[in-house]
């Protein structure tokens, strides 16, 4: 199992970058079924729970709280630096993501494009009614990046319209400053806080559709793609970028654009890749 950073590895959504460090932390007992991981409701901290240590005590023959302690041992390396590992009453596994990691996945999101599956199951046509709240949003994000562009609060690789490629490139700043001199994420607004964590949880959604493996059950595109929508029109309207923002605090209104860049690139995809639809760049 590699130590590879999770900007670093190959995995797109934090549940399969999870999932496969808990697969190596327990290799030594073969393939076990199933892992239990959960994400947890609070939409401040990044937070997954597992109950394998509960799985594995009959195969181990020792206590819950004893493995999930062996195995916390054995993850943390794994895991450094984007994850805090813990183990809860119960033997319960808790994996707290850092604001270290936090920022090395956001940078990656705004930054790589989202890999294109090599087989998906289109969503069925949606009227135009319905996907307009969904391109509107994503035609939002583009005019906030470009006037950012214009007042010289980022620098865009590519900013015209007519030649923009799929996610835009920025030339500056680079990386994007998610973080502060003490290494705390800026982005600590529940605007923010509820848009990053909605982030997380549509790519999770959507990691069947990345691993190229058959859905469990359906996964209906139009929905996840209107619950990324309304918490990006809440960030909107409670999370400021300019006046006095831009003024007193440039770095969080450039980390607050890196936002709006990682969340146009993932509502293109979902129209782009799985609603076959157009993301328009202006309306």
């Not at 033997?91 to 936090?102: F, S, V, Y």
């Not at 139009?222 to 309304?230: C, D, E, G, P």
Request: with cysteine.
């Amino acid at each position: 199992m590699d130590t590879l950073n999770i900007f670093q590895c190959p995995e797109v959504t934090v549940k399969r970058f999870l999932l496969l460090r808990l697969q190596g932390a327990i290799a030594r007992e073969g393939t076990i079924g199933e892992i239990p991981l959960n994400r947890g409701k609070n939409s401040v901290r990044v937070v997954y729970v597992s109950a394998i240590a509960l799985k594995l005590a009959k195969t181990w023959q020792q206590t819950p709280q004893a493995i999930a302690t062996q195995l916390a041992a054995t993850l943390e390396p794994l895991c450094y630096p984007d994850f805090a590992v813990k183990v809860a009453p119960a033997g319960i596994i808790e994996l707290e993501m850092t604001d270290a990691g936090l920022a090395l996945w956001l940078q990656r999101l705004a930054q790589i494009p989202l890999p294109v599956p090599e087989s998906r199951i289109f969503s069925p046509v949606v009227s135009a009614d319905r996907l307009f709240p969904i391109q509107y949003s994503h035609a939002r994000c583009c005019s906030l990046l470009r006037m950012a562009h214009r007042d010289r609060l980022i620098s865009i690789a590519q900013p015209d319209v007519a030649t923009a490629p799929q996610i835009w490139s920025l030339a500056a700043p680079n990386p994007i400053p998610w973080v502060d001199g003490g290494d705390r994420l800026r982005l600590v607004h529940p605007g923010d806080r509820s848009l990053i964590s909605q982030l997380i949880t549509v790519l999770d959604t959507l990691d069947p559709v990345f691993g190229n493996c058959r859905h469990e059950k359906p996964v209906n595109y139009l929905t996840i793609a209107n619950s990324l929508s309304q918490a990006f029109q809440t960030f909107y309207s409670q999370c400021r970028i300019w006046g006095e923002v831009k003024t007193e605090t440039p770095k969080l209104a450039q980390a607050r654009l890196g936002l709006v860049l990682a969340t146009q690139s993932l509502l293109r995809f979902i129209l782009e890749e799985l609603l076959n639809a157009v993301a328009p760049l202006e309306l």
